[in-house]
């Protein structure tokens, strides 16, 4: 039987800025990017605003007049959500509402939202919710405001919505306490497994949100993991054994990264980020196709500077080749005027990551051969290197294998 049921869905508008720091093409791009994010929220978007100011306004994030603007838009096509593009403070979000009339939020706690939607183990709810208590605890205020409105002109300093605001301060902090602890036990326990598998090589699948990871880890762990065209399709750091001509290393898939990631967000998934810090070998992945795709590696290698992470052998895959092939390659162009311009891209960058790249087609299962050659290569160099004790044994077994010499 159908369900005649209307479903609610959640209408947004969404606000950039054009500033002395982010030029316009940026602030296009980035809008264009929380776009996606409130699509992989299950929000509809109904339009853009933007406005060129030096900084952010201090109270209400926009000009006087510019909000004004977005009110009377709301106003008129009945939008629930202004999604705002960059953090804002407790007080600007409450200016902001008082104006629109409708619910504000800025692009951390959407991606805390959809985090919430996506965290499926016990260490990833732990940590999202340990990120929203600590992103809510400054917004207490504005969370009762209407009690303070109805207090009325009794003279009193106190009133109901201080004390509720005080109640929920001290259980929000105690929350927080208990969070942190019980993600210390579990911190404990992944402890202990690491060390259980201390001599295995681990390789790591990193970069921006969106690039194909989890496809490429089915791929190469002909696994089950899930895959899906949003952003942040998968939360949880998901880690298999996988064994390539019968040697065996661990591969795991980490959190994707992303431009303006929260820093509750960073330091609650420090643990899950810690199978990037542990790893021998980084996989960083790149949506070739996509206009931004240096810019988001850029993203990508601060990440890993901040965690300490960014000295690490690490090899490029360029992937989704063939959309990048369908997006800037005319399809009448000759196949001897095509096959240069892929070279003269292989080759730059080739040059600038050292000769540790290769391009692929994750979907397509292209050069992924030879993908799986190049790991194999850097694990099996890695085994020799690190445990000269077995080299005998590695050494029989690699020519046993056939891949002595190859």
Known sequence: MIDNKTIKITKAVLIG????????????????????????????????????LPTPDNTSYLGKGKLEE?????????????????????????????????????????????????????????????????????????????????RGGTGTRGGAGEKEIETDRRMAEKKISALKLKLKEIDKQNETRRKNRAEMIRVALVGYTNVGKSTLMNLLAKDNVFAENKLFATVDTTVRKVVFNGMPFLLS???????????????????????????????????????????QMNVVNQVLSDLGAKDKPMVVIFNKMDLYEEKNLD???????????????????????????????????????????????????????????????????LRQMGQEGA
Not at 25 to 45: C, K, N, P, R, W
Not at 122 to 145: D, F, H, I, N, S
Not at 352 to 380: C, W, Y
């Open 253 to 295: 898939d980490t959190v994707g990264f992303i431009r303006k990631l929260p820093t509750h967000l960073i330091e609650s998934f420090k643990s899950t980020l810690d199978e990037t810090l542990e790893a021998d070998i980084l996989l960083q992945v790149v949506d070739i196709s996509h206009p931004a795709f240096e810019d």
């Open 17 to 52: 800025l054009v500033t002395k720091t982010q030029n316009e093409a940026q602030t296009f791009e980035y809008l264009d990017e929380l776009d996606f994010l409130a699509s992989t929220a299950g929000i509809v978007t109904q339009k853009k605003f933007w406005q060129k």
């Open 331 to 397: 399809e009448f162009l000759p196949q001897e005027v095509r096959r240069t311009l892929l070279q003269e891209l292989q080759d730059t960058w080739m040059q600038k990551t050292n000769h540790n790249a290769i391009f692929i087609s994750a979907t397509q299962g292209r050069n992924t051969a030879q993908l799986r050659e190049l790991i194999f290569d850097k694990v099996r160099e890695l085994y020799l290197a690190r445990y000269p004790y077995k080299a005998g044994y590695w050494h029989d077994y």
């Open 70 to 150: 977005v009110a009377a838009y709301v106003e008129s096509h009945q939008t629930d959500l202004a999604v705002v593009d960059d953090e804002i403070s407790p007080s600007q979000q409450r200016n902001m509402e008082k104006v629109l009339k409708c619910r504000v939020m800025d692009r951390s706690m959407l991606i805390l939202e959809i985090f919430d939607q996506r965290a499926k183990t016990v260490q990833a709810r732990t940590q999202v919710e340990l990120a929203q208590l600590q992103y809510m605890l400054p917004r207490l205020k504005g969370m009762w405001t209407h009690l303070e409105r109805q």
